[in-house]
Nanobody, 119 residues
Framework: VQLQASGGGLVQAGGSLRLSCVASGSIFIINTMSWHRQAPGKEREWVAGVTSGGTANYAGSMKGRFLISRDNDKKTVYLQMNDLKPEDTAVYYC??????????????WGQGTLVTVSS
């Protein structure tokens, strides 16, 4: 099982980016999918998560600016980021709780995609 994140880049403050993360491999079911981020010199923090049923939750500072969604058929989770601020600059990681075809359940991480917001 692998997670592949994409969509990062350089954007000006106030701009938008959409991150994607697709899961592949011997997947039986995907439960909660999440995004985390790690800014330079800081610890990794949770950004948002979405359950298999579509219930979304956000960290306080991201509410109203970020939107997490998923496409279960495509095994993909998205993070739409609007009104980006320089403090949103970080490497963004996707994360998913996956049960594989042998019914082993564990948490997988994607490789990270860099988002840089210029002022």
């Amino acid at each position: 099982v692998q997670l592949q994140a994409s969509g990062g880049g350089l954007v000006q403050a106030g701009g938008s980016l959409r991150l994607s993360c697709v899961a592949s491999g011997s997947i039986f079911i995907i439960n909660t999918m999440s995004w985390h981020r790690q800014a330079p010199g800081k610890e990794r923090e949770w950004v948002a998560g979405v359950t298999s049923g579509g219930t979304a939750n956000y960290a306080g500072s991201m509410k109203g600016r970020f939107l997490i969604s998923r496409d279960n058929d495509k095994k993909t989770v998205y993070l739409q980021m609007n009104d980006l601020k320089p403090e949103d600059t970080a490497v963004y990681y996707c994360n998913a709780e996956i049960r594989d075809d042998w019914h082993r359940e564990r948490t997988y991480w994607g490789q990270g995609t860099l988002v840089t917001v210029s002022s």
